[in-house]
């Protein structure tokens, strides 16, 4: 029986039609593993040496006081990112297969996925350091089992928990309170859940527990998905209840109120674009990389931040207008629609959506007024500037998007193509030019003045370039539509 | 009135279209069938200039549509799914359709009304999304949708497909009302021959994209389409 799942899988992967993908895509995708692969290796390696040169005291106790944070963003990465096995369930349901075996495939299949071997990557190797220090072997194992045993619990519990959003916000609210509360020292929930960490490595049996644990949710899973293999139960695709909303005070922008209005219900009730808005907020924190740390000498490297943190919204949504329409693009194309209104509407939505940015980024002026410069700087220009930049780049990117799903939400090899690619060099490189040519001539700050003055003059022809974009638009109309509609069929 | 002329339309040796011409007088109930792969929808997408002919063009009331979009104003279709906005309850829709066909929600909520029978109470307060709504009503939505701001031409796509009995009979009874006083010029395609030629003046049978029939409707006209599918 597994044979013929096996070679259903090994045809879905191979003729799939992101296998045929370009081979520039290929690479690129081999390297950001490796990238990642790399660094959770050197972290695995480096996190013994790394705690106890800081002098945080005992690295594994360390590690375990912080394990609680990573195991609940392991599942919350998982939540957002992570398939779940029930897509490919419905047309084995008509064949001669038993419902246990289906269940048994499903579920064991997840186990392969890279959110549960990626973690190896940092506890193998930190395992081994402990091994080479002074910690006891067998304990040492223990500890290790233990927490393979948790994540892949994780594994289990995102079955269980997916599509269960009023379960899962919540829980996230009250884990950043945790967190900041951490922070601040008002309360510590490591102190309690600490010890059980530690308890798989000073009591090796305890470690059963967590097998035991891992045991019970893969026998949870399997029960719940063996009793709801019908189309009307487990099977079936999650229906919202619908609620006809109306934002009068959007009205009185005429038309373009009237498509703000649809934007603002198509990012709210569609799976895919809230992802894009998560991400566009994870944007946010982008700069503490730059802000702080070896980059803190190189300023030119504070631009190139200013614009990301402030542009989040911008890169992620921006680049995929006018994919977000693309499962009505026909009626859009029909109906009494102006191409000018059409933009303009999305052009504010990025226009307002980088001002919140701007706004919420207020916390940098923790680390002085000339990182906030740099972001307000960034913002002047992305508005100015690179609003219209993803517009017009938004109309070779002609990727239908499937609202309903995550699926591909961290980019999508047809985004890559070469004049995307291209229109990057205005987006980021041009501002570091400019900026750089100020800072050679002048200072910094008359750097950061002519990157916002460029993002003045880019306003100022608003209209011109608006032009140029519904040219653009008008002209890979056709080529958009049939694309689009490749996907339906 | 509709024109084409010198219409083609090839993908690479294949011609899925070829009309030297076609006129369409206004007012006319307009009914397009032939089998699959004849060419009605690859008509019905050069009249939305959804896709670029070969050669020729169309003419919508003084409009050349591959050219100006001020055919859009008076046109109304419903082709497919992808002329709903799935995340969009019925209601909004409507009044997305509306707005941007300058109706005010009383005037749509007024139409609404009179397509209660039609609606069959599948449609309104449902609280479902589109995406959520069974093919049947989706179509339903997307047919009534077209009537919203007194359109001139009206396209619909295999209208009766996927409707249950009633409400094909029902579809068949608004159609009729709708081109009696013989304002609008409504094309309708359709595989089922005996509702096109209950609704439609004039039929014209498509085959490998060429027009192979064109007939007024008349008792006989059922037995002669059915005749010449047969054959």
């Known amino acids: 029986m597994f044979k013929h799942f096996f070679k259903l899988q090994w045809k879905s992967f191979f003729r799939s039609s992101s296998f045929a993908t370009n081979l520039a895509f290929k690479i690129l995708m081999v390297f950001v593993v490796i990238y990642f692969i790399v660094v959770f290796l050197s972290l695995g390696i480096g996190a013994y040496f790394i705690i106890e040169n800081a002098g945080l005291g005992d690295p594994l106790r360390v590690v375990n006081r912080f394990l609680i944070y990573y195991l609940v963003m392991d599942l919350y990465m998982r939540y957002m990112l992570q398939k779940m096995p029930v897509t490919n369930i419905r047309p084995l349901l008509y064949l001669p ?123 949870a899973s399997f029960r719940y998905f063996r009793r709801h293999m019908y189309l009307d139960a487990g099977l079936a695709l999650k229906k919202q209840e619908g609620k006809t909303e109306d934002y009068v005070w959007l009205n009185r922008f005429g038309n373009l109120g009237t498509f703000l209005k649809n934007d603002i219900k198509l990012i709210r009730r569609n799976k895919r674009s809230r992802t894009t808005v998560i991400v566009s907020l994870l944007f946010l924190f ?17 631009v190139f931040a200013g614009i990301f943190t402030s542009g989040g919204f911008l890169f992620t949504f921006g680049q995929y207008v006018p994919s977000w329409d693309s499962s009505y693009y026909p009626l859009m194309m029909s109906q009494n629609i102006r191409y000018k209104e059409y933009l303009s509407s999305k052009w504010y939505l990025i226009i307002i959506a980088t001002l919140i940015s701007t ?52 980019g999508d090899k047809q985004a890559f193509n070469g004049k995307t690619l291209l229109l990057t060099i205005p987006k980021l490189i041009l501002p570091l030019l400019i900026f750089w040519i100020g800072d050679r001539i002048w200072n910094q700050t008359a750097g950061y003045l002519m990157v916002a003055l460029a993002g003045v003059i880019g306003f100022a022809f608003k209209d011109l370039a608006f032009k140029q974009i519904e040219k653009v638009y008008k002209k890979e109309k056709y080529k958009t539509l049939s694309a689009y509609r490749e996907k339906a069929a | 009135m509709i024109q084409a002329k010198e219409l083609t339309k090839k993908y690479g040796s294949q011609t899925v279209l070829d009309l030297p011409e076609l006129i369409i007088p206004k ?44 055919w859009k104003p008076f046109t109304a279709a419903f082709i497919d799914e992808s002329f709903l ?26 139409l609404m009304h009179s397509f209660e029978d039609f609606f069959h109470g599948e449609i309104l307060n449902q609280k479902k999304y589109l995406r959520d709504l069974s093919k049947g009503n989706q179509k339903k939505v997307g047919i009534t949708a077209t009537f919203i701001g007194n359109p001139e031409v009206i396209i619909l796509d295999e209208p009766f497909a996927n409707l249950d009995p009633t409400t094909q009979i029902r579809l068949k009874g608004i159609i009729k009302e709708l081109t009696q006083n013989r304002e609008i010029t409504a094309l309708i395609s359709s595989h089922d021959l005996v509702h096109v030629t209950e609704v439609c003046e004039r039929i014209v049978v498509l085959d490998k994209g060429a027009v192979v029939r064109d007939i007024q409707t008349s008792p006989e006209t059922l037995k002669e389409l059915e005749d010449f599918f047969a054959g």
């Open chain 2, 27 to 70: 007012g006319e109930s307009f009914g397009l069938v032939g089998n699959n792969g004849a060419g009605k929808t690859t008509f019905f997408s050069l009249l939305l200039d959804l896709i670029q002919p070969t050669t020729g063009g169309i003419d919508n009331n003084g409009v050349l549509v591959q050219q100006s979009e001020a």
């Open chain 1, 286 to 302: 982008y700069g503490l990389i730059f802000f702080t740390g070896p980059y803190e000498k190189f300023p030119i490297a504070y």
């Open chain 1, 359 to 410: 706004f919420l980024a207020v916390f940098y002026l923790y680390f002085g007024w000339k990182t906030y410069l740099a972001i307000l700087v960034g913002a002047i220009y992305n508005i100015g500037v690179n609003s219209y930049l993803v517009l017009w780049g938004g109309a070779y990117v002609k990727t239908p998007i499937d609202l309903t799903t995550n699926k591909k939400a961290f």
């Open chain 2, 85 to 110: 906005i799935g995340y969009l309850t019925p209601e909004e829709y409507f009044y997305f359709i509306g707005e941007l066909r300058g109706q005010s929600r009383a005037e749509v909520d007024a």
């Open chain 1, 97 to 219: 297969i038993k419902k246990n075996s289906v269940v048994s495939y499903s579920l064991g299949k997840t186990v392969l996925s890279f959110f549960n071997w990626s973690h190896a990557f940092f506890f193998i190797p930190f395992s081994i350091i402990l091994l080479t220090k002074d910690y006891t072997p067998l304990q040492v194992i223990s500890w290790h089992l233990g927490i393979m045993a948790l994540f892949l619990t994780n594994n289990f519990l995102n079955i269980l928990i997916n599509n269960q959003d009023r379960v899962f916000y919540p829980l996230l609210v009250v884990l950043a309170v945790l967190g900041i509360s951490q922070y601040y020292g008002w309360f510590d929930v490591t102190t309690y859940t600490a010890p059980i960490f530690d308890a798989f490595y000073d009591l090796s049996w305890t470690a059963l527990i967590s097998w035991m644990l891992l045991a019970m949710v893969i026998w």
